[in-house]
């Protein structure tokens, strides 16, 4: 039996009428914030390059996919081969220039043979976009969000002139490295802090305020 079969087993006990009493209470709800704090103490020890550590945070994160796996399977909805099956049919479909006969010479040309067969799929399902920015888990932080807004805006070349100041942005950018954009960041949200700022919501909502910004500008020019 493997070390995933053996993992399985040990949840499903610990599950059982007759095991922990901590994880016969959980519900996925209740495990949301362990998944948080599992996935926050792996990048820990990824920023730290901490290989030892790392093994045992990534063996954290997995056992919250079996757990959850484990309770959907007690419910009839799936379980954890379901899960395992769908992640490597989307890594087969999303990569046909490894397993079909695309090509794809370039992490860039990689990431747009992903994009379209992504779209492809979603249009397929009935699930396509109608928005021009997708939706995204109200539990990314904002850092995460801002960036993915910018990344949609520069990818489809969306009319943000005025909305946000490219000028400024591309002058930052320029000889910007990792160091200097932490302190940045760091004075931004200490500054916060002392202005009695919520530096989380401030971004979010900067980043609400843009995506309205830009489709109500592109909506106006289809005369939608």
């Not at 419910?75 to 899960?83: K, L, M, P, S």
Request: charged share 30%; with cysteine; hydrophobic share 45%.
């Amino acid at each position: 039996m493997s070390a995933i079969d053996d993992l399985r087993q040990t949840l499903a006990r610990l599950r059982a009428p007759d095991g922990c009493p901590w994880d016969r209470e959980q519900t996925h709800q209740s495990l949301a914030r362990c998944l948080i704090d599992e996935c926050s103490e792996l990048l820990d020890t990824i920023d730290r390059n901490d290989l030892p550590h790392m093994r045992e945070e990534l063996g954290d994160v997995l056992v919250q996919v079996v757990f959850h796996a484990q309770l959907a399977a007690e419910r009839g909805e799936f379980n954890f081969d379901d899960v395992a099956r769908d992640i490597n049919d989307k890594l087969v479909r999303r990569h046909p220039h490894v397993f079909g006969a695309a090509q794809a010479e370039t992490s860039a040309q990689v990431i747009e043979v992903w994009e379209r067969v992504k779209a492809q799929e979603k249009a397929a399902s009935g699930k396509a976009e109608s928005r021009l920015f997708k939706q995204l888990p109200p539990r990314l932080p904002a850092l995460m969000f801002a960036e993915d807004v910018a990344k949609r805006i520069a990818k489809q070349n969306l009319p943000a002139e005025g909305i946000v100041d490219s000028a400024a942005i591309s002058g930052r950018a320029a000889g910007l490295d990792e160091a200097a954009a932490g302190r940045a960041l760091f004075e931004w949200a200490a500054a916060c802090r002392l202005a009695g700022i919520d530096p989380e919501m401030a971004l979010r909502r900067e980043c609400d305020r843009v995506m309205r910004a830009v489709e109500d500008r592109v909506a106006a020019a289809s005369g939608a």
